[in-house]
Structure formats: structure tokens, C-alpha cells
């Protein structure tokens, strides 16, 4: 077989979706080809690199608040509505049927308005003042978007644990036309490296702007995540979405916005900044793991392992957890890996912030998983921090 | 699983509907922001799924397949129709000279990265994206996404076989741009 041809098979031999005279072909053929053994480990590590890419991308991804009633809307509008004056009409029912359903829609209409505020399903509206000031901000961030441009600035540059953190977030018209924002606040949310912490429900307000002017208002955070837990020190995004935009007397759809601001919390003692060479090998079944350095700084840490042997095939799974002194233990982190002559090496990202006083790291790769040859684990380190 | 809803739904009870829709609402958003790169569009998709799967909600039959399977296929056909809508120019792999083996020194160490990566998907087009989050995101057997696409068995072997293959050149070039 050519080479050709069993490229063409490779990624579904990574994906155990080969049949056993193609898993023949290529397993009798990889020990002769360089070139397809390294085509093989750059499918691997794509593939495993798109895994986690793909799930870090959609852990922060939920549908916002409002979905599930804007399916109802769509289903009472077109569905029912036809159902009923198609199908039910001849039936004797339609009599209660209409009024009810008018009802309904008058009930739906004033509920949406917010004239009806006792009926407001329980949503949480961020609990703050909203006022309306002109447009002379001075922005540390600006999103000039269709319609809009939000500003979002924090009263300070850096908080410490436990601190009430400011948010102030701007809105103005940059047309020039007037425009209503409806759903005001927009639904706000509070992320680390994409992994949602808290959020904040949208409002239900109604805000007329002028052209050039901008409305304000104010997020409270009490640094809890949505659990009530405190978080640590660590640097956090914020960012803000979805307004209802009415511009003059017809609907100019939603403005969505995305990252606005950051958030720094750190360490009274501050964060500990440097490199530590570790070289510390574990062997469990026959597989090695070294974990070679850890690089710590003010935003993350970085802990880098080699692992003996190579598997060509790579890694299906890998899973850690790890803690700094007697704190908090955190579960999964974000990992990728490159193939060298003398092993794999792996890097794990995003590990929260270590104090500068912290003395031990406790990291575990609790389990690696070699696809057809099975799980290894756990490997246990402990690193000198001072 | 026995799903939370199952006949009821189909009846027309609309709180067995409600309770269908909070049971897969993530699954349909999520895949959906996969694969069309917007949050704005996974919402508009999920409202879209869910008006499809109430209006012909007497066709599913949960004897011939899981209600899952039924609603990757309606999202993932929601995605396509949104993207012919958009006219975007998005690369036709049938047309595109594959590119050649890079140095295998790659590593994916961070968030930007992985960014970059999610970016990188942006040129291919949304049949090739839907088999490759519906394989590493999902997990779905080929068999299974072949299904789902209605498309042969063969076919999903070479989308997911090109679509890595032409993720990996386009990410080697934005990692080639990309400053530091």
C-alpha cells in the first residue's frame, strides 16, 4: 500500500475506526516509513490539541437566560396559533379557546413589558443604580461596536482577597439616531481563562438614549463565584452581552458584547515570579514520568513533565489535580504536548497563582490514558516552592 | 438514558417539552457555538432546534434511534442552513492543495493557543467543522456522525481525515503570525 493511502486512513486509526485488514496494513507498514510514523504523530496531537481546545471553547457556553422563552413565543406564535384556527376551529373548545389564548397574549405582552413586575418568573436583575450621564467618559477599555460602544472600567487597578470589586460599565450611542436598549443591564459574566465564575442575570429595563449619549451602571462583585465560594487570587475577565436594540421606531436586533475588562486579584504578599528546575522522575507500570520545571507567574503556572515511552499514538486522556500548601485543591487543567526523541513532554497551563510566601506544590496526574495499551497513574510530585 | 420527556412531549405537553428542552438545551447550544464560532448564532440555532423538534415531534421514533442522534442532525442542518445563508466564503476542501508535513514540534500549551486553534476552524466549512465537533467534542462513533450527517460511512472517514489535516496547516500559519 502507499503511503498515500494510508495517510488517507491515519486519523481513523487514531480513532480506533479502521477495520483489521487496514489496522494490519498500517501497523505492518508504520515501522518501515518515517514519513507516516510522523504524519501519525502530528494527526495525535492535533487531534488531542483540538479536543481540548473544543472543550475549553464550550465549558463557558450557555444559552442565555431568555431561550427557553423565546422557543415558547415562537411555539405559541406559529404552532398553537395555526393548530388552534386550522385544525380546532370546528371543534365546539374554540369558544373557551380564543379567549384564553387572548388572554395569554395580553398576560405575555405586559409580562415582557415589565408592567406586570410581580410576574417577572424569578429572574435575578443585577441589583444596582442605573444612571444616564453624557458621553465623556474616560475608558480604560472601548468596544465600538454597530450601534453602541461599551466601556467598562474598574475602580481600581488590582484588588486584594475578599475586596468588594467595582465595575463600571458604559453604554453610549454612537449614531445618530435615537436608540432604546431593552433588557438592560445585559446578562454580565465574570470567566478565567474561559471557565465561568459568576454571572450576573440581565435587567429589565428600557433605556432611551440620545445620539452621543450614554447610560451607566454598576456590577458589585463580592469576588464569590456562582457557588459562593471565594476565588482565588487570579486574573478574571469580564464580559458582557446581549441588549435589545431598538433604533427610532424599528427593531436594530441585539448588540452582543465580549470581553471587556480584567480584573486583578492578587496576593497581599504578592505572586510568586520565577522558574524552578525540578527533574523529579516517578515510574508506575513501566511508564516514566519527570517532572522537569514549574514556571510561576503573577497570571498562572506552568508545569512541564516528560513521559517515557513515546507513544505514537498519543494520549486519549489525561486528567491532574493539584494544590498549593493547604489550600484549595483544583481539578483539570489545560494540557498540550509535543513529541521529542527522548519522550513526550506535556505542558499543563492555566494552574492558579502561588502566593510568595507558598512553600509546596502538590500536583497528581491522577490518570493517563494510551489509546490500546491502557491507563497509567497516579503520578504523584510534591515541588519546593522556597 | 431514558429521556426526561419521552411521549409526553410528543402529545403536546408543553412542561414535558420545557423539561425536554432544559435536559439538551447545553448540548444543542454548545455544539451549535462549536460550529458556527457565535454565541449569537448557537442561540439562534437552539430556538430553531427546538421549534423543529416541536413542530415535527410526531415523526421521532425513539424505537429507531436515540432522541440525541436526532438532535445532533437538526442542529447540525440548522448550522448548515445558516451558513448558506451567509454566503460565507469558506474554503471547499475538494479545491484546496493539502498542506505539507510541518516539524512535529508542536506544542499547545495555553488558552491562546487553543484559541488560535478554535480560529483556525473558521476556514473550514461547516460540514467539515459539524464531523469534527460531533468526533472530539461528542465523541460520536463514525458511524454514529455518519448518521447524524446522513452521509456513507466513507465519507466522514475523509472529512474528519482532511479537516485535521487542513486545521493543522492553518494553525501552523496563525502560529506563524502570531507575535512572541
Known sequence: MKCEDINKLLSAYLDEEVNPRERKLIEDHLPTCEKCREELRLFASTREALRQALSTKAAGAEPSIQAWNNVRQHIESKSSFWEHFTGILSKPAWRVAIPVVLVLIVVGTLWGTGVLPGLQGGKDTIPVPITTVPATTNPTTTRSLRVTAVTAVTDKLSYLPGEQVEIKLSLTNITQEPLTLSNFPPYTEISRLGVLVRKFDRGEQQINLAPGESTTYTIIWDQLDDGGKPVNPAVYQVAAEYVTVTKGSSPAGQESYHELTEVTIEFPQGAMQKTIEVNLSQTVDGVTMTLERVELSATEIKVYFLMSPNYVQGIADMRCKYRIDNGNTFGPVSWGYRMLEKGMEFVWGDLYPAPNDAQMLFFSITRVSVPRVGDYGPFEFKVQLQ | ?180
Open chain 2, 1 to 180: 438514558m431514558k429521556d426526561l420527556a419521552s411521549n409526553k412531549w410528543q402529545s403536546g405537553d408543553a412542561a414535558a417539552f420545557e423539561a425536554l428542552f432544559q435536559q439538551y438545551k447545553n448540548l444543542v447550544y454548545k455544539n451549535a457555538y462549536l460550529i458556527t464560532g457565535s454565541r449569537e448564532e448557537a442561540e439562534d440555532v437552539l430556538q430553531e432546534v427546538f421549534v423543529s423538534v416541536w413542530r415535527s415531534r410526531l415523526t421521532f421514533n425513539s424505537n429507531k434511534g436515540k432522541i440525541t442522534t436526532w438532535l445532533y442532525r437538526i442542529t447540525v442542518n440548522k448550522c448548515l442552513e445558516k451558513q448558506r445563508k451567509k454566503k460565507l466564503a469558506c474554503v471547499s476542501l475538494e479545491q484546496v492543495d493539502l498542506p505539507q508535513t510541518q516539524s512535529s514540534d508542536e506544542v499547545l500549551v495555553n488558552r491562546q493557543e487553543y484559541e488560535r486553534l478554535i480560529e483556525a476552524m473558521n476556514s473550514l466549512d461547516t460540514k467539515h467543522r459539524a464531523a469534527l465537533v460531533l468526533r472530539y467534542f461528542n465523541d460520536l462513533s463514525y458511524e454514529e456522525i455518519a448518521q447524524t450527517a446522513g452521509v456513507p460511512l466513507g465519507t466522514v472517514k475523509s472529512r474528519i481525515n482532511q479537516a485535521l489535516k487542513l486545521l493543522r496547516g492553518q494553525f501552523d500559519t496563525q502560529r506563524g503570525e502570531a507575535p512572541g
